[in-house]
């Protein structure tokens, strides 16, 4: 009897209509490639590269025909990879560095407690971990090589700290070799500039004191400031660049301009005899001789100025 009802249940079952499903959904239509650009250019400024790269992976397989998705796809793959490599190395360095702060003081526990054999075993452990990272800083070194040149001589130093490497130092020492010929063209380039703002301040003064010459008509003073001012000023802007034949250019034109501004000075042409002196501290800012000369005339100047305001006054009042 029990074997028929279930036997009854059964047949009841299978002779009962079927159920229908209801027809799935329809799915929303795929934003426009535009739109798809925006979200993924949104996604990396965000610093999400992960979810921009994904959501551009599916939009070359919706839109298979989009070059530019396909292009974006690739230039943010190529942003993201250099990018998280370098992020994985200053991870390294610092897992490194910290390595290298511990065990020193896991050794002074243990010099403290030499029977505490747990200690010992960190120690053992914290060794072996470093010197694991060896070769993976001497890695990194070539890596950043030619991209983050302070992070590559950052892991080579840490790889030759744990221990010696051919490969490492070599690499290193190049890399310092390129750093300081950079910094030396730096330099050069600084005081390059130095030099071309030097230069055109002596020539405004030099200007200025063939100005003054001309209106008091000093023939000599106005031809030797000419001088200069051409064919000395015109060397010295062609020796920019060589030190030793440049300094020998500037003593020349200074001991020059200092003898002008001394004539100058004695025949009571003040005046373009400070701007001879001027010329002189723009050439060379540490002859004190020229600093000198300048503020002893431009007291005389201040003192004939006060004279010839009283004299005015005087003037005025008869």
């Known amino acids: 009897m029990r074997w028929a009802i279930i036997f009854f249940s059964f047949a009841l079952a299978a002779c009962s209509p079927l ?37 551009l992976s599916d939009a070359t397989q919706q839109y298979p025909d989009e070059t530019g998705l396909e292009q974006a796809l690739s230039r943010l793959r190529n942003t993201w990879e250099p990018r998280r490599r370098e992020l994985e190395d200053r991870l390294l360095i610092i897992r490194v560095e910290s390595l290298s702060k511990e065990i020193p003081l896991q050794e002074q526990l243990f010099t403290g407690d030499p029977a505490d054999r747990l200690i010992k075993d960190q120690i053992e452990h914290s060794q072996r971990r470093l010197e694991r990272t060896a070769e993976l800083l001497t890695r990194c070194g070539e890596r950043q090589s030619t991209r983050r040149v302070s992070l590559a001589r950052r892991c080579l130093s840490l790889s030759l700290g744990i221990r010696e490497d051919a490969k490492a130092r070599g690499l290193l020492s190049k890399l310092n070799s390129k750093r300081k010929t950079q910094r030396a063209r730096k330099s050069q380039r600084q005081q390059l500039k130095r030099s071309e703002a030097q230069q055109a301040l002596a020539a405004s003064h030099l200007q200025r004191a063939r100005e003054l010459a001309k209106e008091t008509e000093n023939q000599a003073a106005l031809g030797e400031i000419d001088a200069i001012a051409t064919t000395g000023m015109a060397a010295l802007a062609a020796a920019s660049g060589a030190g030793e034949e440049r300094e020998k250019i500037i003593l020349q034109i200074t001991d020059k301009l200092l003898m002008v501004g001394d004539n100058l000075y004695r025949t009571g042409q003040i005046e373009p005899a400070i701007a001879c002196w001027q010329a002189v501290l723009a050439l060379d800012p540490t002859l004190e001789q020229a600093g000198q000369k300048m503020v002893r005339a431009q007291r005389v100047m201040e003192n004939l100025n006060a004279l010839r305001k009283q004299h005015g006054d005087a003037q005025s009042d008869r």
Not at 20 to 25: I, L, M, Q, R, V
Not at 43 to 49: H, I
């Open 19 to 55: 159920r229908k499903t209801a027809p799935p959904a329809p799915q929303p239509p795929a934003p426009p490639p535009t739109e798809l650009l925006a979200q993924a250019e949104a996604l990396e400024k965000s610093g999400n590269f992960g979810g921009a790269i994904t959501l």
